[in-house]
Structures are given as C-alpha cells and as structure tokens.
C-alpha cells in the first residue's frame, strides 16, 4: 500500500492514539458539506422543477412555437385564415427535433347565463390536437373528444367556471361577432362542459376555454381547409431560439412566426433570474464547506505536529506529507458528499412522489407545490465540482506542513 494512504488510513480512523480534540471539528466540517449538498441538490432540483413547470404551462397554451398569417399581426384572435394545405403539416420533415404541429383558430366571445356573463377566448382546436398535457390539469369531467362528427362539448377552467357558477354537463349560450363586426347579428352557440382544468395559471385560465374547431371555422365562413394558426412543439427546449430560426426559414413567406420566450419574456426573463440564485447559493454552500475543512485541515496538522515531524526525520518530503493530510480529507468531503446525497436525493424523491412541500403564495409562482427536477449528469457535475473546488481550496493551507521543523516538532507536545 502507498505510505501517504496507510498513513491517511491510520488518521481517518484514529487507530495511531487515543482519541483527539480534532473529532467534533472534523465531524462539522463533515456536516457542513452535508448539509451544504442538500441545500444545493434542492436548489438546483426546484429551480429546475419549476421553470420545467412553467414551460410546460405555458407551451400547453401556445405549443413552443406559433405559425400564423402575417396580417393577423400577432393578434390572439384569428382574423385572416391560414390554409392547412402546408409542407409542414401534419409532420415538420424539413426541420429536426420538432415533435408534433397542430391547426387551432381563437375567436373571442361571451358566456352568457342567466344571473351573469364573462368575457372569453375560444381555441378551437381538431383531432390533431395534443392533450396529454391537459390531463394532468383535469379536476373533473372528461377531455372533450372532437374526433367524430362536430360536437358541443367544451373545456372550460376552474376559474371561469366558478365565476359563472357552473359545473360538469352544464350548458350555456356564448356569443362570438360575426366576421368581427360589432354592426352584424351575432353568432350565437350553446356549449355542454364535458371537463373543466386548473392549469394554476390564472392568466391564461382566466380567458381559455376548448372548443370544436369545426365551429369557429363555420362562424368565420371558413372552409374545412382554413385555420387560425399553426403550434408547434420542440423535443428539446432549450433549442427554442435555433429551431425558431429554422421554423421562419423553412415556411413560405406570408407566413411569419414567434416562439413563446418572446411572445410571454416577462415570464421567461422572471424565471432566467432563477438561475442566478441557485448559482448563488451553490457558490456561498461550496465556500462555507471548504472554510470548514481548512479549519479542521489546520486543526488536524496542528494536532498531528509530532507525526509531520517523525515523517520528516525520516526523510519523508513535504508534498508527500501534505498528501497524507489531503488523501485525509478528500475521505472527510466523500463522507458529507455521501450523507449529503443520501438525504438530498431522498428529500427530492419524496417531494416528487408526495408533494408535501407548498408555495405559501402559489398565485405567484403559477403552481401551488414546489415541483422537483433533476437529472444524473447535474448530480455527478456537483459532487466532482465540490470535491475539486473543496481540495483546491485546502491547497494552500496544507502548505502549511512545509513550514514545521523536524526537531521542534518531535519536541512539541
């Protein structure tokens, strides 16, 4: 066995003499980078969980990037009609990575019942369209189902729900204009709730409800062919801008396009600052677990002076010494990184499974649990990262063994 480890070996379980004074400081610093991991596993695991969150939300809405008529001039109602009859339709072959393109058209309108009304956007939307996030969302009834023949049934959110006072199989009468014109009779549909949602995000709850597509294209004199406007979703996000590029690219030019970072960028530019805290946090858990295992790395060479001492009578040199006290430590930062993970891991695998964790405010961060995520490549970055910058940080105290002088040091008691 190497002597630097036998040496380390016979330190880091005190089998050299009796117990020492260097055993509570050593057992905090082995707390500190515990603690400091799990700090910075639930840091990164939320941060990342809640602008997934977010994303997700907001996508379920919009699709990560929208394809529309430029004369509807980003409108959020569907003026000019966009036919369906495109290259990209129903699947996006000329650009990688994007996972899905559906046709949807908005109208906006009122709910009308018998003891009030609301303002509403419907979002018309087919066959083609993709559910799966709104089932998560779901709290009673059932997704509508428009693959047959045109149907009544709507989604409707919680919000706008409640404040008509209205549940599942209920019906009411909305009103949408006629072309758009205030002077023309208006169009009047009745609607049956098949389900009702709660995204958590009030913005886009508050306005939205799901109709059959087929309705909003016979209100506007629309043939089967025309649409509102395209959506599409991306297989990997953070490609949004590039793919953005090469959606505008790749579409005729009466056609213009916008991602939803620039169609909703305070919400994207409120959850880019997450970035900066957790990087905070991360920097301030590392400086505070290196600080703790400087001291017990002084504490340590202190308290085994007569040992460095002995080694260098013996002809040991003062890298091979300062390797013994590094090899110690680099076991102490294994020992916090491992109880470290161990209640991180455990705290955002029970989170995710419990969601026992809440926002006392969820209004202002969209959803009311504190969502978790976390992949193996972030938690290998961060345990080598700590144990790296821990070592580089304990560099240059250890220099501190080339400064003890043989003779005094088997001297000192």
């Known amino acids: 066995m190497n002597l630097e480890l036998f040496i380390a070996k016979r330190l880091i379980t005190g089998k050299e003499h009796k117990i020492s004074i260097s055993a509570p400081i050593i057992k905090i610093a082995i707390a500190a980078i515990a603690i400091g ?36 001039n980003s409108s959020d109602v569907s003026v000019v009609p966009v036919s369906k009859e495109q290259d990209f339709y129903p699947k996006f072959k000329d650009v ?36 799966s996030v709104f089932k998560e ?47 023309k009779a208006p169009n009047n549909r009745k609607f049956q709730i098949s389900g009702i949602y709660d995204s958590g995000f009030e913005e886009l709850d508050r306005d939205n409800i799901f109709v059959d597509i087929r309705h909003i294209q016979r209100m506007n004199k629309w043939s089967e ?3 509102g406007n395209f959506e599409v979703f991306l297989e990997d996000f953070d490609k949004i801008d590039e793919k953005s590029a090469e959606v505008y690219g790749a579409v005729v030019s009466t056609l213009d396009t916008q991602n939803i970072k620039k169609k909703y960028y305070k919400i994207f530019e409120w959850i880019s600052l ?13 400086l505070v677990g290196g600080i703790n295992m400087i001291t017990a790395l002084l504490v340590l060479i202190l308290e085994r002076t007569q040992m460095i001492g002995v080694l260098k009578a013996l002809g040991a040199a003062n890298w091979s010494v300062r390797k013994v006290f590094l090899y110690n430590a680099s076991y102490l930062i ?38 978790m995520h976390i992949n193996l490549s972030t938690i290998l970055i961060l345990n080598i990262g700590v144990m790296l910058l821990c070592l580089l940080m304990l560099l240059i105290p250890s220099y501190a ?7 005094k040091a088997i001297k000192f008691e």
């Open 334 to 371: 294994a020992l916090g990184l491992f109880w470290g993970n161990l209640v991180g891991l455990g705290v955002i695998f029970l989170q995710q499974k419990f969601r026992f964790l809440k926002f006392p405010n969820p209004e202002e961060y969209y959803i009311d649990y504190i969502p």
């Open 274 to 286: 997450f970035d900066f805290n957790t990087a905070l946090i991360v920097g301030i858990m590392i």
């Open 96 to 131: 990688d990575g994007i996972s899905h393109v559906q046709a949807v058209a908005t109208k906006g309108g009122i709910i009308r019942t018998a003891d009030t009304f609301e303002g509403m956007l419907a979002k018309g939307v087919g066959k083609d369209y993709n559910w």
């Open 225 to 227: 062919n025309e649409i």
């Open 37 to 72: 991991v799990v700090m910075m596993l639930i840091a990164i695991a939320s941060t990342a969980g809640l602008q997934l969150k977010i994303r997700e939300k907001v996508s379920a809405f919009n699709g990560h990037i929208q394809i529309y008529n430029y004369d509807n």
């Open 137 to 183: 969302y779901l709290v009673s009834g059932s997704i509508p189902d428009y693959t047959g023949d045109l149907s009544n049934e709507v989604l409707i959110s919680r919000i706008k729900a409640n404040l008509l006072n209205l549940k599942v199989r209920d019906s009411f009468f909305a009103i949408f204009l006629k072309n758009n014109d205030p002077s």
């Open 401 to 407: 063994v080339s400064k003890i002088s043989p003779v």
